[in-house]
């Protein structure tokens, strides 16, 4: 397949993008608290059941957006891929790194899923390789990286493995966003993404009884705050993500992690979830930014010509 031309970022694009990012900011916020009172993979099944909830609701309002039995039936291995690499699998390693790390560190090395993406997508043949593209790609995951090497704290070996795991979630979630686009264009998203979180659930269940045991008894907090990652932040992300996806591409749909970095850490501030922000990683968030931002948006250093040549 060649090399796809650069989709622009209408205002439609960016709007819902802007959207992502609000709610993407404060689920992983609110997933802090949880993963630290729920198992990982129970956690994820409760913040993956009120998705589901959600999601059927908008089917029962919505006929004409359901997956046929024949659909799903067709498309099962890609969709059973798919819940995989964006659901079971992603949430599942961002809850256990969410035990040893801050929200703002997950989101720094989440903020390397554009640059893994377009590396995914060039290697097949979705994206073309320029300068610009290239050079983001190094800066961005530099930047992530060194947003967790902050030389005046060192991490611990807990700490690092919660790093580590991050990383795994996001080359799990550029790899679903490439198979998105390439697998389901043109596909209802809502069914899509309701048949992925029910497919999770039915994955996750006996991995979580045999790792983790009985469902774990938890507290009314903890219950409501699964609730509103799952129905209220994330199931409303899944449609927008993939509709993104199927308006501008994977590559574009990573755009909250453009300023995710920046956002997060200013709400741990806030919150007082950290009691002191490094200048080095407001550093490392900046050049992140930047990094992501010359990946994402290719034409971000032709305005000056453009003006110059019109005044030519």
Same mark, same amino acid.
């Given at each position: 397949?060649?090399?796809?031309k650069?989709?622009?970022?209408?205002?439609?694009?960016?709007?819902?993008?802007?959207?992502?990012?609000?709610?993407y900011?404060?689920?992983?916020?609110?997933?802090?608290?949880?993963?630290?009172?729920?198992?990982?993979?129970?956690?994820?099944?409760?913040?993956?059941?009120?998705?589901?909830?959600?999601?059927?609701?908008?089917?029962?309002?919505?006929?004409?957006?359901?997956?046929s039995?024949?659909?799903?039936r067709?498309?099962?291995?890609?969709?059973?891929?798919?819940s995989?690499?964006?659901?079971?699998?992603?949430?599942t390693?961002?809850?256990?790194?969410?035990?040893?790390?801050q929200?703002s560190?997950?989101?720094?090395?989440l903020?390397?899923?554009?640059?893994?993406?377009?590396?995914?997508?060039?290697?097949?043949?979705?994206?073309?390789?320029?300068?610009?593209?290239?050079?983001?790609?190094?800066? /961005?995951?530099? #930047?992530?990286?060194?947003?967790? @090497?902050? !030389?005046? %704290?060192? =991490?611990?070996?807990? &700490?690092w $493995? *919660?790093?580590?795991?991050?990383?795994?979630?996001a080359?799990?979630?550029?790899?679903?966003?490439?198979?998105?686009?390439?697998?389901?264009?043109?596909?209802?998203?809502?069914?899509?993404?309701?048949?992925m979180?029910?497919?999770?659930?039915?994955?996750?269940?006996?991995?979580?009884?045999?790792?983790?045991?009985?469902?774990?008894?938890?507290?009314?907090?903890?219950?409501?705050?699964?609730?509103?990652?799952?129905?209220?932040?994330?199931?409303?992300?899944?449609?927008?993500?993939?509709?993104?996806?199927?308006?501008?591409? /994977?590559?574009? #749909?990573?755009?909250?992690?453009? @300023?995710? !970095?920046? %956002?997060? =850490?200013?709400?741990? &501030?806030? $919150? *007082?979830?950290?009691?002191t922000?490094?200048?080095?990683e407001?550093?490392?968030?900046?050049?992140?930014?930047?990094?992501?931002?010359?990946?994402?948006?290719p034409?971000?250093?032709?305005?000056k010509?453009?003006?110059?040549?019109?005044?030519?």
């Amino acid at each position: 397949m060649s090399a796809d031309k650069t989709t622009p970022i209408s205002g439609q694009i960016l709007t819902l993008g802007l959207i992502i990012l609000t709610f993407y900011s404060a689920a992983w916020i609110i997933a802090k608290f949880v993963a630290v009172s729920a198992p990982p993979v129970w956690a994820t099944i409760g913040r993956l059941i009120a998705s589901a909830a959600f999601l059927l609701g908008v089917l029962a309002l919505m006929p004409s957006t359901r997956l046929s039995w024949v659909e799903i039936r067709r498309r099962r291995r890609d969709l059973f891929v798919l819940s995989l690499l964006g659901t079971s699998g992603y949430l599942t390693l961002t809850f256990i790194s969410l035990r040893s790390i801050q929200p703002s560190q997950l989101v720094a090395v989440l903020a390397m899923v554009p640059a893994l993406t377009f590396i995914i997508a060039w290697l097949r043949g979705l994206e073309a390789a320029t300068p610009q593209k290239v050079t983001g790609v190094v800066i /961005a995951t530099a #930047a992530a990286v060194g947003f967790n @090497i902050d !030389p005046l %704290t060192q =991490l611990d070996s807990g &700490a690092w $493995i *919660g790093v580590t795991t991050a990383g795994l979630a996001a080359v799990s979630y550029a790899f679903f966003g490439v198979r998105f686009k390439e697998t389901l264009p043109g596909m209802p998203v809502v069914g899509v993404s309701t048949v992925m979180i029910v497919m999770g659930i039915m994955t996750l269940l006996p991995l979580a009884l045999l790792t983790e045991g009985p469902p774990p008894q938890v507290s009314g907090e903890t219950i409501a705050a699964l609730t509103l990652i799952g129905a209220g932040l994330s199931a409303p992300v899944y449609l927008l993500y993939g509709k993104i996806i199927q308006l501008g591409g /994977a590559l574009i #749909a990573s755009l909250a992690g453009v @300023i995710g !970095p920046f %956002t997060v =850490l200013i709400a741990e &501030a806030l $919150i *007082g979830l950290r009691a002191t922000v490094f200048a080095w990683e407001w550093i490392c968030a900046l050049v992140c930014t930047f990094g992501v931002a010359l990946i994402v948006f290719p034409n971000l250093f032709s305005f000056k010509t453009k003006i110059e040549s019109r005044h030519a």
